[in-house]
C-alpha cells in the first residue's frame, strides 16, 4: 500500500513537471528567439536626424504599406534619437510634447493598426548621442515603460558610457527587456568597440560592428577633432569581411542602416550596398524617406529574389571567397543548397569576374542552374565556372542551384 502511494505520488509529480514544461505560459523568452531572420524596416536616423514626429512615423508607415515594402517584408518602424527630453518625477521618460502630441503609445497603436511593428531608441549612457536622457541607472523602469506602450524593437547606443564595461551595459537592458515577458528584438549600437561578435551571442539580436556609415561609395575623410574616418559602404564592406562566423539566426552582425535613395550614391552603386547587406544577412534597416522614392529605388529596396538570399531560414552570413585588385566574388550558402553568389566590381572600368565551382564547394563537373536576381531571369545551366561582365562601381548577383 505504502509503495502504491509513493508510486502514484511520483507519478503525479512527474506528470505536473510535464505539463509546467509543456504550457507556454512558462516558456521563459529567450532572446535568441527572437529575429530567425535578419529584421526588415525603416529608423528615421539617416535622413531625418533629430526632425522627428509623430506626423513623420504615422506617414512612414502608411507609405511602408502602400508602397509594397510592407509585403516585400520590412516590419519595424523605428524611432531613433531624440524623441525624448527628460523624466518625469518618478524617472520615467517623457517624449517630446510638441513633437508627439498623442504621446508613444497611441503612436504604437497606430504603427500596429497598420499591421507593423514599432521600436524605439535609447542608449546605456546617461545621455544619448544627441543629448536626450539615456538609460543608465533606468533600465528596467525603461523595458517596462516601453512594454506598457507597445514597444517591439529597442536600439540601443553607447554614448556618454564612459569607462561601463559594454557586455555589463548590454546584460542589464537585455535582462530587463526579457523580464518585462514582451518579445522586444533588442539592437546593439555599440559600434563594434568592445568587439560584440564575441560575446553578444544570446544578449542582443544584432550588433553593429562599425562606426556609422556615410552616404557615400567610399571615405577616408578625418573627423573634425582628427580621429578616424567617415565611413562610406565599401570601408563598411571590408570591415565585415572577416566576422562571417559570428551571425546566425537570432544574432546578427550589424554593418549600419542603409543609405539607399538618400542620394550619394548611383543607382548601380545602391543596387551594390543593397546587395552586400543581404548576402551579409545584415539587418535591412531603410534609412531613406521611403515616402517619396523614384522607381529605381523602390526597385532596389523591395527585389524580392534579393530579400529571398538575406531572409534565407539557414541564416549564413555571406563571405569574401576570391579577390583580384578590384575585382571580388563573395558567396552565401542558402538553406536549400544553392548559393548567392555576388561578382563585384570596385574598379572604374568594365571587367569580366568569375565564380568556379570549387569556391562555393560544388565538383567542377556539376551542371548548375544560374538566375540573375537582379535581372530577374534564369541565365542557363552551367558547368565548372560561370562568367559576366559587371560595370564599375557594380554588382552582378546570382543564385546558382545544383
Ligand atoms: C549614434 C548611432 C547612430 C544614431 C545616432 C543618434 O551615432 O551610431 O546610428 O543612432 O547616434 O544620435
Known amino acids: 500500500m505504502n509503495r502504491d502511494w509513493k508510486r502514484a505520488m511520483t507519478l503525479g509529480f512527474v506528470l505536473l513537471i510535464m505539463i509546467l514544461a509543456a504550457n507556454p505560459a512558462n516558456a521563459q523568452l529567450e532572446r535568441n528567439s527572437l529575429a530567425q531572420t535578419p529584421p526588415m524596416g525603416w529608423n528615421s536616423w539617416n535622413k531625418f536626424a533629430c526632425n522627428v514626429s509623430e506626423d513623420l512615423i504615422k506617414s512612414v508607415a502608411d507609405a511602408i504599406v502602400t508602397n509594397g515594402m510592407k509585403d516585400a517584408g520590412y516590419q519595424y518602424v523605428v524611432i531613433d534619437d531624440c524623441w525624448q527630453v527628460s523624466r518625469d518625477e518618478n524617472g520615467f521618460i517623457v517624449a517630446d510634447a510638441q513633437r508627439f502630441p498623442s504621446g508613444i503609445k497611441a503612436l504604437a497603436d497606430y504603427v500596429h493598426s497598420k499591421g507593423l511593428k514599432f521600436g524605439l531608441y535609447s542608449d546605456a549612457g546617461a545621455k544619448t548621442c544627441a543629448g536626450r536622457p539615456g538609460s543608465q541607472g533606468h533600465e528596467y523602469q525603461d523595458a517596462l515603460q516601453y512594454a506598457r506602450w507597445g514597444v517591439d524593437y529597442l536600439k540601443y547606443d553607447w554614448c556618454s558610457t564612459g569607462t561601463r564595461n559594454a557586455e555589463e551595459a548590454y546584460s542589464t537592458m537585455n535582462k530587463a527587456l526579457l523580464a518585462t515577458g514582451r518579445p522586444i528584438v533588442f539592437s546593439m549600437c555599440e559600434w563594434g568597440t568592445a568587439k560584440p561578435w564575441l560575446w553578444a551571442n544570446g544578449i542582443g539580436n544584432l550588433w553593429r560592428t562599425t562606426g556609422d556609415i556615410s552616404d557615400v561609395w567610399s571615405s577616408n575623410k578625418k573627423w573634425p577633432d582628427g580621429s578616424c574616418c567617415q565611413l562610406g559602404f565599401v570601408n563598411i564592406l571590408d570591415l565585415q569581411a572577416d566576422l562571417y562566423s559570428y551571425a546566425g539566426p537570432g544574432h546578427w552582425n550589424d554593418p549600419d542602416m542603409m543609405e539607399v535613395g538618400n542620394g550619394g550614391m548611383t543607382i548601380p552603386e545602391y543596387r551594390a550596398h543593397f546587395s552586400f547587406w543581404a548576402l551579409l544577412a545584415a539587418p535591412l534597416i531603410s534609412g531613406n524617406d521611403v515616402r517619396s522614392m523614384t522607381p529605381e529605388i523602390k526597385e532596389i529596396l523591395t527585389n524580392p529574389d534579393v530579400i529571398a538570399v538575406n531572409q534565407d531560414k539557414l541564416g549564413r552570413e555571406g563571405r569574401r ?53 537582379w535581372a530577374h531571369k534564369d541565365v542557363g545551366s552551367f558547368t565548372g565556372n560561370y562568367s559576366a561582365k559587371v560595370s564599375s562601381h557594380s554588382v552582378v548577383m546570382v543564385e546558382i542551384a545544383p
Open 321 to 373: 571567397i576570391a579577390k583580384n585588385g578590384d575585382l571580388e566574388v563573395w558567396a552565401k550558402p542558402l538553406s536549400d543548397g544553392s548559393r548567392a553568389v555576388i561578382l563585384f566590381n570596385r574598379g572604374s572600368s568594365e571587367s569580366e569576374i568569375s565564380v568556379n565551382w570549387v569556391q562555393i564547394g560544388y565538383p567542377e563537373h556539376l551542371a548548375a542552374k544560374v538566375r540573375d536576381l
